[in-house]
């Protein structure tokens, strides 16, 4: 009984927002545009407002807007970026093979479209921003899949301003991961059949049954879906929702993903390879907006601390989770960025604002024109994926007004 | 399951033709070894009779099958393609060594690294025990790679001999073009799959079969054949 209302509640909340996607319209989004404008350029940030716009209908809409609102989830000040790292962040890394095999088998979670040398270009990058942050973070280390969460970040907000919010994750959402031994991975995954417990007691029963374990969704626990999805727009979508979320939110997610597919699972033969097998493969045309609608609600209805009373979830204490309150509190005193710029500014820093780059802006001319020929691939790499907006990334002086009042006609 | 010596006996007094149709049986096979050996490629190659173009790391485990016929009977051989990484070997992959009826360990014959962590993956599997008692062998990749070898035939094989493993060099991107001799062109992938596969076959069948939700043993008396069939080249001797 229990059991079925609440899968109508489910059903319900996320078929009205279905239908707002549905009925999405140039309205709406102009609506979240002038939202999310708002929350920006409020003192202090309007961070919640910020948070809603990333987890509801649609995400955040554009990449232009994620370099916006992106590292003010992570509260981070784009006029203090670390610099681009030197030829030394390679040399000896316990992790160096590892990084570099994973990196040099990641092509796919490049655009179709990208030419290999500018590929090549940006897996350079990538190698250097996953060194950095693996340097400047001795506590920290390194697992297969940290790669496609660093890829994600490069493709929308460049090298350097990747580092910052890669080394912030790091710290809080992907701590647990990162820990000289995965148990503490465990441990989160750990929470993802009591959810389906409460929500599906039958499927529960079954995939307790089979022993299929929760290995299936290792990979999109630790890599938020990166690793999984051949659509970079879904990955976005997912990255904007899980910026503005708690860290156990992928394992919501996760149940709501296999609670979509209780009927396939529980036809399938009840064999733990059958079933792992079913489950670990992620179809592509999955709606997106209706799961992270369930997810937020799955969340609410089983907060993790519920959830952690459970026996097979206490003994353990996990970082990740044990500081989001701290973190949370850290993301409400954000001045705008306007206001940063000027403070930054004034203290002399003369960083850019995108990253891009990390010389000093006299030099900067000089550097674009002249020099660096494997930075200006990058760039217009990226600018031919993932549309002119990008082009603003290169333009390290500019504002980010402008462009982003463009796109509100 | 797999050295459930009173199961076999069971099957003695049974034979198929007395039973329906026996479902499917499944071999399980894990493939194990370093990151980067080319795990994901053989067993890519055997499943899906080619070289991927482009493969990823393997975060958990990945797992791949191919129905193929012994001696007359269908068979189900299961992979389960292991990551390499070393965080991930203890807590996480440990879930599938269970039920598992057959090891193979790969090594790169280019990385003599990841030929000296061999004996930390055989002392893995003992820990989930899966001693000499299960079929292990012990597979070079990448021998395409003729001028990087760093891992010597002699030495492996030495090593494969103290383990009592058969050894196969081969490369799951051309495993036809081995240079040289003809004894080499047998050693592609599908034959050395096909050999642990025959291998398994002629053991003891009953503990072989798929259990009915747990309760294995009555089901799938295929009678207590142990003819041997096609594992014609032989167990305890490597084919390199
Ligand atoms: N030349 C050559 N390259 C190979 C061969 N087999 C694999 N490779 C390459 O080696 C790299 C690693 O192969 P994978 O199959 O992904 O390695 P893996 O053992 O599955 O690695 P993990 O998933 O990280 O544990 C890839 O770039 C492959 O293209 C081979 O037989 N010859
Ligand atoms: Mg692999």
Same mark, same amino acid.
């Given at each position: 009984m229990r059991k079925h209302k609440r899968k109508k509640q489910i059903g319900a909340v996320g078929g009205n927002e279905n239908g707002f996607v549905t009925r999405e319209s140039d309205g709406g989004r102009k609506h979240k545009l002038t939202v999310i404008h708002q929350a920006l350029i409020r003192d202090p940030v309007d961070i919640e407002a910020l948070r809603r716009a990333a987890a509801g209908n649609g995400g955040l809409l554009t990449d232009e807007l994620r370099r916006k609102v992106w590292p003010k989830l992570l509260n981070i000040n784009v006029y203090k970026l670390?610099?681009?790292?030197?030829?030394?962040?390679?040399?000896?890394?316990?992790d160096y093979n590892q990084v570099v095999l994973d990196v040099r088998r990641s092509m796919k979670r490049f655009p179709k479209g990208m030419p290999a040398s500018e590929r090549a270009v940006l897996q350079e990058q990538l190698i250097d921003i996953i060194l950095e942050v693996l340097k400047r973070n001795p506590q920290l280390h390194y697992y297969q899949g940290y790669h496609d969460v660093a890829v994600t970040l490069l493709l929308v907000v460049g090298e350097r301003m990747s580092i910052a919010m890669l080394d912030t994750l790091s710290?809080?959402?992907?701590?647990?991961?990162?820990?000289?031994?995965?148990?503490?991975?465990?441990?989160?995954?750990?929470?993802?059949?009591p959810i389906l417990e409460q929500v599906d007691a039958e499927l529960h029963d079954f995939m307790i049954r089979a022993e299929v374990g929760t290995i299936f969704a290792l990979s999109w626990l630790i890599t938020w879906y990166g690793h999984v999805?051949?659509?970079?727009?879904?990955?976005?979508?997912?990255?904007?929702?899980?910026?503005?979320?708690?860290?156990?939110?992928?394992?919501?997610?996760?149940?709501?993903?296999?609670?979509?597919?209780?009927?396939?699972?529980?036809?399938?033969?009840?064999?733990?390879?059958?079933?792992?097998?079913?489950?670990s493969h992620i179809p592509q045309d999955l709606p997106y907006e209706l799961l992270i609608c369930q997810a937020q609600d799955l969340f609410e209805q089983f907060p993790p601390s519920l959830l952690a009373k459970r026996a097979a979830l206490q003994s353990r204490k996990s970082l990740s989770i044990s500081s989001f309150q701290a973190f949370h509190l850290s993301t409400l005193?954000?001045?705008?960025?306007?206001?940063?710029?000027?403070?930054?500014r004034a203290q002399g820093y003369t960083t850019s604002r995108h990253g891009l780059e990390a010389s000093p802006p006299a030099a900067r001319g000089q550097l674009w024109r002249e020099g660096n020929r494997m930075m200006k691939m990058a760039v217009w790499g990226l600018s031919a994926t993932l549309g002119a907006a990008v082009?603003?990334?290169?333009?390290?002086?500019?504002?980010?007004?402008?462009?982003?009042?463009?796109?509100?006609? | 399951m797999a050295e459930s010596g009173s199961a076999a006996e069971l099957s003695g007094s049974l034979t198929s033709s007395a039973l329906p149709p026996p479902r499917t049986r499944i071999f399980k096979i894990i493939v194990i070894g370093d990151s980067g050996v080319g795990k994901t490629c053989l067993t890519f190659r055997f499943c899906a009779g080619r070289f991927p173009e482009k493969t990823e790391a393997t975060i958990g485990v990945d797992f791949r099958e191919r129905l193929v016929e012994i001696d007359g009977e269908k068979i189900k051989?299961?992979?389960?393609?292991?990551?390499?990484?070393?965080?991930?070997? &203890? $807590?996480?992959v440990q879930h599938y060594y269970r039920n598992v009826h057959a090891v193979v360990f790969v090594y790169d014959v280019t990385n003599a690294a990841s030929f000296r962590s061999l004996p930390a993956w055989i002392e893995e599997?003992?820990?989930?025990?899966?001693g000499t008692e299960v079929p292990r062998i012990l597979v070079g990749n990448k021998c395409d790679l003729q001028d990087s070898v760093q891992v010597g035939t002699d030495v492996a094989q030495q090593f494969a001999d103290a383990h009592s493993m058969p050894l196969f060099e081969t490369s799951a991107k051309s495993p036809n073009s081995l240079g040289d001799g003809s004894y080499r062109d047998s050693d592609h992938v599908e034959a050395i799959f096909m050999?642990?596969?025959?291998?398994? &076959? $002629?053991?003891?069948?009953?503990v072989l079969s798929q259990p009915a939700e747990g309760s294995g043993s009555t089901v799938t008396l295929s009678g207590g054949r142990n003819d041997d069939g096609g594992g014609g080249r032989g167990w305890s001797c490597s084919s390199c």
């Open positions: 670390p610099p681009k790292p030197g030829r030394e962040v390679r040399e000896n890394h316990k710290n809080f959402h992907l701590r647990d991961f990162m820990d000289p031994t995965m148990d503490s991975t465990k441990h989160i995954l750990n929470y993802l059949m999805l051949s659509e970079f727009r879904h990955t976005l979508r997912l990255y904007d929702f899980f910026l503005a979320s708690h860290p156990l939110m992928p394992i919501y997610l996760a149940a709501t993903i296999v609670l979509h597919r209780e009927k396939e699972v529980k036809q399938t033969e009840c064999d733990m390879a059958m079933v792992h097998h079913l489950l005193h954000q001045r705008p960025d306007s206001v940063l710029q000027r403070l930054t082009f603003a990334v290169a333009q390290t002086a500019m504002d980010w007004g402008p462009d982003l009042i463009l796109q509100l006609f | 051989i299961q992979l389960w393609d292991t990551a390499g990484q070393e965080r991930f070997r &203890k $807590s996480m599997c003992k820990q989930h025990a899966l050999t642990v596969a025959h291998k398994l &076959k $002629s053991q003891k069948p009953l």
